[in-house]
């Protein structure tokens, strides 16, 4: 799960933490050689540098490097599912075309993707499959790109207004 606000923990490198959450989730050691080999494709994915990877997990990050070492955890983790919470949120035009880049190239039929947004700037670089709208944590509509599109042209008050009318009918 990648977090609207990460949190910082220092003293734990980059590097390190996710050697270690390989290990774990592999349950066995990665050799170091074959780490290294597959930490830097995926760091020139996402255009990051050997001296990012070597500092503390998000300590100091701005909020572009911090989604940035977020998608590059779900990069070197693979997982079967993942849920990004705003990740576009604070992000300048560059940074989003480089997580959703990220994206794109990891989607496949081995991972699935919920991508948590309330605007739809970053459905510009990656397509949906399907939108959901929520209200109340409900999901009240639910389409396919153009939806986000509609709502990105008439926001989210006639989908709220539609809520209220089906609740009073």
């Known amino acids: 799960m990648a977090f609207q606000y990460p949190v910082a923990v220092p ?12 290990k774990s ?3 066995t050691d990665v050799p170091v050689v074959q780490f290294r080999k597959l930490l830097r494709e995926k760091m020139q994915l996402l255009k ?27 990069a070197v983790l693979q997982p079967e599912f993942a ?16 997580v959703a880049n990220a994206v794109n190239t990891m989607r496949g039929p081995d991972i699935g ?11 510009n670089y990656v397509e949906p499959d399907v939108v959901h709208v929520l209200v ?26 539609e809520v209220l009318s089906q609740k009073e009918g």
């Open 48 to 74: 990051v540098d050997d001296a990012f990877v070597n500092r503390y997990l998000n300590e100091g990050f701005s909020g572009g490097e911090k989604k940035r070492n977020e998608i590059l955890q779900l």
């Open 11 to 22: 003293g734990v490198s980059v590097v390190n933490f996710l050697r270690l959450a390989l």
């Open 83 to 98: 849920i990004l919470d705003e990740t576009d949120s604070g992000l300048d035009i560059d940074a989003v075309r480089i």
């Open 113 to 123: 993707f919920l991508i948590i947004t309330h605007y739809s700037r970053i459905l």
């Open 25 to 27: 989730l592999r349950g």
């Open 136 to 161: 109340d944590g409900r999901i009240v509509r639910s389409g396919g790109p153009e939806l986000a599109h509609e709502l990105e042209q008439r926001g989210y008050d006639w989908v709220v207004q």
